[in-house]
């Protein structure tokens, strides 16, 4: 009697589509923030997150305290240059697929504190897919920065992994000029003898011994 | 300041270039004249600045003497004068009694090539890590230190930060490669 029943004599049992649409569909609902809240943006982050704002309508509110059960890193605040190494070490503990939203100005661009003290832009230690202006900005942006990741999230493909862009990721990329993942990188170049995501399969690794 | 104020209130307006140091300070004087270089007593604070040399001595005479009594290191801080100044750089200690609720400021001055000073953490031991602190943002060299390294900035970074001739963007753009 209930939805399911509507949907079953409605559609038929076998639908077909595109692995990549399957895929991200299945990321973009269940986007995990790591906890990393660095200056006053991670309080508009945890109001994102609460009874007003819920952010957990679009199947984000779940913060993880560690780093290898999250799938997007929410920078909000300023990164000193002491904290740099620590965030950068965290974005490596992330299991693929990753993405980072870097929150306000100030780990968008330093902020008002353009001295030696703070980094001038979170995209110089990792790569950015979504900057959200602002100081602080409210939780709306937030939440509207992750619907904006969850469309980025459904145009990339299950072949582009960050693994081919490793290198560039590690370079001091200007903001705005990230290489767009849609699956065009891997389109455009032949495809690599051996798969970038290394875990041959339990076949094929019969057939090799 | 519980201490009682100089008697003569009303002279510090007619005489202002030479002011009798308050009670407490001209017994300290008596018991130990070479250990004062200038009092500065202003805006109801006590100034005393001492020679480097012995300022580990004074700050443990200073904490047990009976008159005084300065059992708590409140702050110890650095300051930079300026880079045309001679001594460029001074060291402030901040006491404070928690028996006779008086405080002092005790002040040393050091030259830019010889920037050593005694270390007080045998006096205080909560001076450890601000002594750190001022190693780390003025680069003053504490003798006797039993762990000398820097506290807030990074391990390996250059410079001193809160000396007057520090870019304030540092010396180098950063990213981490």
């Known amino acids: 009697m209930g939805l399911e029943n509507v949907i079953a004599e409605a559609l038929p049992e076998v639908l077909t589509t595109r692995l990549d649409s399957l895929i991200n569909w299945a990321r973009k609902s269940s986007l995990w923030p790591a906890t990393f809240g660095l200056a006053c943006c991670a309080i508009e982050m945890m109001n994102a997150t609460s009874a007003r704002n819920d952010l957990a309508r679009f199947?984000?509110?779940?913060?993880?305290?560690?780093?290898?059960?999250?799938?997007?890193?929410?920078?909000?605040?300023?990164?000193?240059?002491?904290?740099?190494?620590?965030?950068?070490?965290?974005?490596?503990?992330?299991?693929?697929?990753?993405?980072?939203?870097?929150?306000?100005?100030?780990?968008?661009?330093?902020?008002?504190?353009?001295?030696?003290?703070?980094?001038?832009?979170?995209?110089?230690?990792?790569?950015?897919?979504?900057?959200?202006?602002?100081?602080?900005?409210?939780?709306?942006?937030?939440?509207?920065?992750?619907?904006?990741?969850?469309?980025?999230?459904?145009?990339?493909?299950?072949?582009?992994?960050?693994?081919?862009?490793?290198?560039?990721?590690?370079?001091?990329?200007?903001?705005?000029?990230?290489?767009?993942?849609?699956?065009?990188?891997?389109?455009?170049?032949?495809?690599?003898?051996?798969?970038?995501?290394?875990?041959?399969?339990?076949?094929?690794?019969?057939?090799?011994? | 300041m519980a201490e009682p104020e100089k008697p003569e209130a009303s002279s510090i307006s007619s005489q202002p270039s030479e002011p009798t140091p308050s009670p407490l300070v001209a017994a300290f004087q008596r018991e130990h004249p070479d250990w004062v270089v200038q009092v500065i007593e202003a805006l109801g604070e006590t100034t005393l600045v001492v020679p480097k040399e012995s300022i580990a001595s004074i700050c443990s005479f200073l904490k047990t003497w009976s008159e005084t009594r300065f059992d708590f290191l409140s702050d110890l801080c650095g300051a930079d004068r300026g880079v045309e100044e001679e001594p460029r750089f001074e060291v402030n200690y901040h006491l404070f009694s928690t028996t006779k609720h008086h405080r002092w400021r005790l002040k040393v001055l050091l030259n830019e090539d010889n920037i050593h000073v005694d270390s007080v953490t045998g006096v205080w031991r909560t001076a450890n890590w601000h002594e750190r602190e001022t190693f780390d943002l003025f680069g003053v060299v504490f003798d006797g230190h039993p762990d000398l390294r820097r506290i807030l900035l990074p391990e390996d970074w250059q410079g001193h930060s809160l000396r007057k001739d520090f870019p304030l963007r540092g010396y180098e753009p950063y990213s981490l490669k």
């Open chain 1, 59 to 209: 199947g984000s509110e779940v913060f993880r305290a560690s780093p290898r059960q999250a799938d997007v890193m929410i920078v909000s605040g300023r990164v000193s240059r002491k904290m740099a190494p620590v965030l950068r070490r965290i974005y490596d503990q992330m299991p693929e697929p990753k993405w980072v939203i870097s929150m306000g100005a100030c780990a968008t661009s330093g902020g008002v504190f353009d001295n030696y003290a703070i980094v001038q832009g979170v995209d110089k230690i990792v790569p950015v897919d979504v900057y959200i202006p602002g100081c602080p900005p409210r939780p709306e942006m937030l939440i509207h920065a992750v619907m904006m990741l969850q469309d980025k999230v459904m145009k990339e493909s299950v072949r582009d992994r960050r693994d081919i862009l490793e290198a560039e990721a590690r370079e001091a990329v200007v903001p705005g000029t990230l290489p767009i993942t849609d699956g065009s990188t891997a389109r455009q170049n032949t495809l690599p003898e051996t798969r970038p995501y290394t875990i041959a399969s339990r076949h094929e690794r019969r057939r090799s011994s």
